[in-house]
T-cell receptor, first 110, second 116 residues
Framework: DAKTTQPNSMESNEEEPVHLPCNHS???????IHWYRQLPSQGPEYVIH???SNVNNRMASLAIAEDRKSSTLILHRATLRDAAVYYC???????????FGSGTKLNVKP | DVKVTQSSRYLVKRTGEKVFLECVQD?????MFWYRQDPGLGLRLIYFSYDVKMKEKGDIPEGYSVSREKKERFSLILESASTNQTSMYLC???????????????FGDGTRLSIL
């Protein structure tokens, strides 16, 4: 299974952009890249996913490297409510079985 | 918005009891999943179901069983609860791969289960 590597923790100031990196050097051609986040005392929440092209939605942007071996989740203006653990995941094809690693804990300072 | 509802946020049971955790989704999703989350171990898949009455073992199925009699409902059963099953249990659902692959999973808020 393709493995992802993320920093354990990052810190950001409120209202500044945040770039959360993820390395996935063993990604296969059919692997989508998914991002989830988990706020304290809640279940994981879907953020965004993509295959090759950069993707945008109301929550975030996903920038995928040309060789697809890394990606970056971009929060354009961090708020205190964005403080969470962010997971980068490559689901296995069959039945969307997800493997959550330890993720990146984002701390947002006022 | 997709809503995945777990029957209890907190549950306390005794060793040896049979425990039922219930999950309901309202988006007609084919796939449903049960995970447990423990500090330092992340989320681990216990069982998943891709259709009514269909189930597949995940990575840690020992000590658990599941039931899916209706499409919207997926139950996790601890046949004889033990203290090492104290954990946060998370249910999720997603569209089936027959319709579209690599669909996002939508999670409930979890049940924090304590076995005494």
């Amino acid at each position: 299974d393709a493995k992802t590597t993320q920093p354990n923790s990052m810190e950001s100031n409120e209202e500044e952009p945040v770039h959360l990196p993820c390395n996935h050097s063993t990604i296969s051609g059919t692997d989508y890249i998914h991002w989830y986040r988990q706020l304290p005392s809640q279940g994981p929440e879907y953020v965004i996913h993509g295959l090759t092209s950069n993707v945008n939605n109301r929550m975030a942007s996903l920038a995928i490297a040309e060789d697809r071996k890394s990606s970056t989740l971009i929060l354009h203006r961090a708020t205190l409510r964005d403080a969470a653990v962010y997971y980068c995941i490559l689901p296995r094809y069959n039945f969307n079985k997800f493997y959550f690693g330890s993720g990146t804990k984002l701390n947002v300072k006022p | 918005d997709v809503k995945v509802t777990q029957s209890s946020r907190y549950l306390v049971k005794r060793t040896g009891e049979k425990v039922f955790l219930e999950c309901v989704q309202d988006m007609d999703h084919e796939n449903m999943f049960w995970y447990r989350q423990d500090p330092g171990l992340g989320l681990r898949l216990i069982y998943f179901s891709y259709d009514v009455k269909m189930k597949e073992k995940g990575d840690i199925p020992e000590g658990y069983s599941v039931s899916r009699e209706k499409k919207e409902r997926f139950s996790l059963i601890l046949e004889s609860a033990s203290t090492n099953q104290t954990s946060m249990y998370l249910c999720a659902s997603s569209l089936g791969w027959e319709r579209r692959s690599n669909q996002p999973q939508h999670f409930g808020d979890g049940t924090r289960l304590s076995i005494l």
